[in-house]
T-cell receptor
Framework: AAGVIQSPRHLIKEKRETATLKCYPIPRHDTVYWYQQGPGQDPQFLISFYEKMQSDKGSIPDRFSAQQFSDYHSELNMSSLELGDSALYFC??????????????FGPGTRLTVT | AQKITQTQPGMFVQEKEAVTLDCTYDTSDQSYGLFWYKQPSSGEMIFLIYQGSYDEQNATEGRYSLNFQKARKSANLVISASQLGDSAMYFCAMRGSGSARQLTFGSGTQLTVLP
């Protein structure tokens, strides 16, 4: 079965640079979520999209933005990177409409290192 | 606001024995979902099991079962016949009702299976 795809898997950036993370949800899933997991931390919700519209926002810094495109893939754009942005970034997708469990399937994550 | 509490930072279990990972939650929602995810050292987040707040029976998925005690607001994960490959971080998570579909995670339990 197809899973959530994230690219790149690893990314190294310097402070003040920008980064773009990509996410391709499971086909026919209507919702995409972004989470940030710092070292030794639990995942923290950043932002979500339902049918290409932003549906909810968590603890996402103003330096970050995200969007979902017509083909349902999503991109997380991060600017003015800081050392504290070093983390594992997960994208997850789920089927909300008609999905009783609404279970979220996670991608493998993008490990971002800011030096 | 929702809160998940996992009070066991680390657990050890002998191979082939059963182990229970604790999870308590707090929410004012009447309808909610509880999830357990496994995160191996490689980093991916693997969905294990789901329990809906209105489900009358405890969820089971192979060697995983969820001991759901609604009145106590607990959703403990039971892993039977532990295997070496079960060594990982385990997260309990909750999804609330309404439009907020994102997951709130606990701090996790690091499980080590001993040979």
């Amino acid at each position: 079965a197809a899973g959530v795809i994230q690219s790149p898997r690893h990314l190294i950036k310097e402070k003040r640079e920008t980064a773009t993370l990509k996410c391709y949800p499971i086909p026919r899933h209507d919702t995409v979520y972004w989470y940030q997991q710092g070292p030794g931390q639990d995942p923290q919700f950043l932002i979500s999209f339902y049918e290409k519209m932003q549906s909810d926002k968590g603890s996402i810094p103003d330096r970050f933005s995200a969007q979902q495109f017509s083909d349902y893939h999503s991109e997380l754009n991060m600017s003015s990177l800081e050392l504290g942005d070093s983390a594992l970034y997960f994208c997850a997708s789920s089927l909300v409409v008609g999905g009783a469990k609404n279970e979220q399937y996670f991608g493998p994550g993008t490990r971002l290192t800011v030096t | 606001a929702q809160k998940i509490t996992q009070t066991q930072p680390g657990m050890f279990v002998q191979e082939k024995e059963a182990v229970t990972l604790d999870c308590t939650y707090d929410t004012s929602d009447q309808s909610y979902g509880l999830f357990w995810y496994k995160q191996p050292s490689s980093g991916e987040m693997i969905f294990l099991i789901y329990q809906g707040s209105y489900d009358e029976q405890n969820a089971t998925e192979g060697r995983y079962s969820l001991n759901f005690q609604k009145a106590r607001k607990s959703a403990n994960l039971v892993i039977s016949a532990s295997q070496l490959g079960d060594s990982a971080m385990y997260f309990c998570a909750m999804r609330g009702s309404g439009s907020a579909r994102q997951l709130t995670f606990g701090s996790g339990t690091q499980l080590t299976v001993l040979p």
